[in-house]
């Protein structure tokens, strides 16, 4: 079983930054792929971005360029670091972790508010 566990998230103003952090409870990432999802009111949830065992990203159209998401192996941790933020993004973020050879999320983090608003 692995604990991954989300932080960094709060209320930003448009055009602003937040880095979001998910940490594992073990070291996982040589065998999951792992990936920002987010959630927004009354929407369902929708990939963001992901990090392979290899360390390939890649990245929702509506986040190019201004997301980036990058893993700490020493630390067990991903992070996603966003910039340029718009009241759009307000959404709940959830890290989840895949096995690179399945195609279903084994782990899921509880979620972390991010609110762009003015």
């Known amino acids: 079983q692995v604990q991954l566990v989300e932080s960094g998230g709060g209320l930003v103003q448009p055009g602003g930054s937040l880095r979001l952090s998910c940490a594992a409870s073990?070291?996982?990432?040589?065998?999951?792929?792992m990936a920002w999802h987010r959630q927004a009111p009354g929407k369902q949830r929708e990939l963001v971005a992901r990090?392979?065992?290899?360390?390939?990203?890649d990245y929702a159209d509506s986040v190019k360029g201004r997301f980036a998401i990058s893993r700490d192996n020493a630390k067990n941790t991903v992070y996603l670091q966003m910039i340029g933020l718009k009241p759009e993004d307000t959404a709940v973020y959830y890290c989840?972790?895949?096995?690179?050879?399945?195609?279903?999320?084994?782990?899921w983090g509880q979620g972390i508010q991010v609110t762009v608003s003015s």
């Open positions: 989840a972790a895949r096995h690179k050879l399945l195609t279903r999320i084994d782990y």
């Open positions: 073990r070291s996982i990432f040589s065998t999951y792929v």
């Open positions: 990090i392979t065992s290899d360390g390939i990203t």
